[in-house]
């Protein structure tokens, strides 16, 4: 599924800033994506505040899977979100599918493409804004240029139920409810670079994701979009 007329509006809502400590920060809106592959069994939907139930083309009761959570988008980001559906599996109870509501792999499901400027090389954490209602919507994974690191696999939320909550950390066999600051990409060459997110569990909720070269950097709220980068040796300015 392709979003062409998105492009324009990836550029307007995509963003950098500067900060003061010249550390790097790129916020995006995760409907602003520009591809989605992989998407036979699970796919993102856009939600909008006061918006159409979107049609789930026999995937299941629009209704159902929709209805309780498109209240979640007063409090998102632009007002609108992603929501990864169907949702067959809610509660820890429901019987877990490999390969179809639950991936333990990444980059095997509902895949979603975000063309990024990256500034320069570094280390770049991996903050996203997701909306949890149960134990089993809250796993994600990330990926650069096709590629799925270690680094990037198992993003997990515990804490924050039924709110919009930043997260940057990895389930790990000891801490099951994530490692902080354990979520990150290696960005070797500066310049275009194509960011990419992978069901780990369905129903997951995504509002916006950051990627920042400071470690020491925690998202509030909505993250405001900024203007794209001024030319060489002038910061950027917050919209
Ligand atoms: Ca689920
Ligand atoms: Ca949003």
Not at 89 to 101: A, F, P, S, Y
Not at 158 to 174: S, Y
Not at 180 to 201: A, T
């Amino acid at each position: 599924m392709r979003f062409p007329f998105l492009a324009l509006s990836f550029l307007l809502i995509t963003g950098l800033a500067v900060s003061a400590s010249g550390s790097d920060r790129i916020v995006v809106e995760a409907e602003i994506f520009t591809r989605q592959s992989k998407d036979e069994t699970r796919r993102w939907y856009v939600l909008e505040q006061d918006g159409e139930v979107p049609d789930l083309a026999g995937a299941g009761e629009a209704t159902k899977w929709v209805g309780p959570k498109q209240s979640a988008a007063a409090s998102a980001s632009g007002r609108t979100f992603l929501k990864l559906l169907p949702d067959t599996r809610q509660t820890h109870g429901d019987k877990l599918i490999r390969g179809e509501n639950f991936s333990p792999e990444p980059g095997k499901i509902a895949i979603l493409d975000y063309p990024v400027d990256f500034p320069k090389p570094g280390r770049y954490y991996v903050w996203v804004r997701a909306y949890s209602s149960g134990t089993e919507d809250n796993g994600l994974h990330v990926g650069i240029d096709g590629g799925w690191p270690e680094s990037g696999q198992r993003m997990q939320w515990c804490e924050g139920k039924h709110a919009w909550t930043w997260q940057c950390a990895q389930r790990t066999a000891k801490k099951h409810c994530g490692e902080p600051m354990q979520i990150f990409l290696d960005v070797k060459i500066p310049g275009k670079h194509v960011v990419s997110f992978s069901m780990r569990e369905d129903g997951f909720a995504f509002d916006q994701f950051l990627l920042t070269t400071d470690r020491g950097y925690r998202p509030q709220g909505e993250e405001r979009s900024v203007q794209l980068p001024d030319p060489p040796g002038k910061a950027g300015t917050d919209q």
